[in-house]
């Protein structure tokens, strides 16, 4: 016989307190933390407790008796189900506010090093559609809503093309509009999904691994471009055909599309990295434009998905990195080279290492297209690549610019950092945890100078953030 579930209490009347990880808030009653999504400091509710710990707890808001003027309105009509956005409910400059704060708790508490006087964080301009890159999904297991739920109808179309729901793998929230990218994301999304839903194609299963249809990636750039890349499992040759004909649909429906391909994967996940891509119609790449600078992106190169944020974020690195036009620079995850040729016009030297070949194929093009010449790449795993004899060999670095992934760098790296002995690290990172981490380890031969945080993602908790360290 199985064990009554213990209930968890309501408790009423809670005042939310400030903000946490993952874009939740925090409340605390009696010494007990309580985590909650889509409330803002200020509010004041009814909490259910859905989980209990020792030190802390989860819930959600079942009440609301007072709200925050902190609030804002959230505007996507999926907000609250999607898994993206959660701070829509919280006014623009107090987002850019939690943000800086996050930056300065987790670099004093972690970092545990002297710090200066943080700069000011740089919003962005845009906080509707400031995206140039998202991928849906397609499911033939659509997510419910709550409210779908109640009204007690059977639904014969289960199919989706949308994002995921957190905590539920293999379902697929139906988004009709989303504000993060240009509307044409939307036009070109939902016309597939039409065009899908009348012809009976197959969406995938992602627990049977069954099904044709499995994602979609759209791309927009500041030039115009416009990449599309349909991905499906082909199983025969009467699917290849489909699958042609929905390309061809595409391509004639939207003609401003410069770049649509497609992929064929029959793996058990939606990464491309290892699998040909294939061009139906037009380009393999897209063009972004910086200060001249054109860059190339192809299907699977990296790049910052808000373009004019990224701007801002590259000018910052260039200015800390203080160049002169005599130093030799390291760029290491370089990517498609974005930063090293950005940097190039004022250092003698750029160096950029890479994990991902495809990339460092795209950072060449791009020097030999902006006729960049005191560039070079390569390609393989950082801590393998930057090693001691690739120092000796290539010269001691007069700065560091790095731009690791969230999870910082491994120790090897921070290892050969502090035996190369730049004068100056630049440190650009998309999570202050792992930031504050490795500034740890640099410590012992490097200051902090200058912090400033920059928004790349308005709505989410997520914040990037530029330190300058200078050897002591």
Known sequence: MSRKKKELPLLENITITDVA?????????NELVIFVPYVVPGDVVDLQLTRKKNHYAEAVAVKVHELSPKRATPFCKHYGVCGGCKWQCLAYEEQLRYKQKQVFDNLTRIGKVELPEF?????????????????????????????????????????????????????????????????????????????????????????????????????????????????????????????????????????????????ENDKCNDTIGALPVHVFKGDDHIFEEMEGLRFKIGAKSFYQTNSEQAYQLYKVARELAGLTGDELVYDLYTGTGTIANFVSRRARKVIGIEYVP???????????????????????????????????????????????????????????????????????????????????????????????????????????????????
Not at 235 to 249: H, Q, V
């Open 119 to 263: 700069r000011p964080i740089l919003g962005s301009k845009k906080t509707q559609y400031y995206r140039n890159k998202l991928e849906f999904t397609f499911s033939d297991k659509r997510w419910l809503t709550p409210e779908e739920i109640k009204q007690n109808v059977v639904y014969t179309q289960m199919n989706a093309v949308g994002f995921h729901i957190p905590g539920a793998f293999d379902k697929v929230l139906a988004i009709d509009e989303c504000w993060l990218q240009d509307d044409i994301s939307n036009r070109i999304r939902n016309a597939i999904r039409d065009y899908a839903y009348e012809h009976e194609y197959r969406f995938f299963n992602l627990r049977t691994q069954e099904g044709m249809l499995r994602n979609l990636m759209i791309r927009t750039s500041s030039t115009g471009g416009l990449m599309v890349l349909l991905q499906c499992k082909i199983t025969d040759e009467a699917e290849r055909e489909k699958m042609k004909e929905l390309l061809r649909f595409v391509g004639d429906k939207f003609p401003e599309i410069t770049s649509l391909l497609y992929v």
């Open 21 to 29: 990880a993952e874009g939740k808030a925090v409340a605390k009653v």
């Open 358 to 472: 495809e990339a460092i194929e795209d950072a060449k093009v791009n020097s030999a297209i902006n006729g960049i010449s005191n560039t070079l790449f390569y390609a393989g795993d950082m801590k393998d690549i930057l090693t001691q004899d690739f120092i000796n060999e290539h010269g001691r670095p007069d700065v560091i610019i790095t731009d690791p992934p969230r999870a910082g760098m491994h120790k090897d790296v921070v290892d050969t950092i502090l035996f190369a002995e730049p004068r100056r690290i630049v440190y650009v990172s998309c999570n202050p945890a792992t930031q504050a981490r490795d500034l740890q380890l640099l410590d012992v031969k490097y200051k902090v100078t200058v912090v400033q945080p920059v928004d790349m993602f308005p709505h989410t908790h997520h914040v990037e953030n530029v330190v300058l360290l200078e050897k002591r």
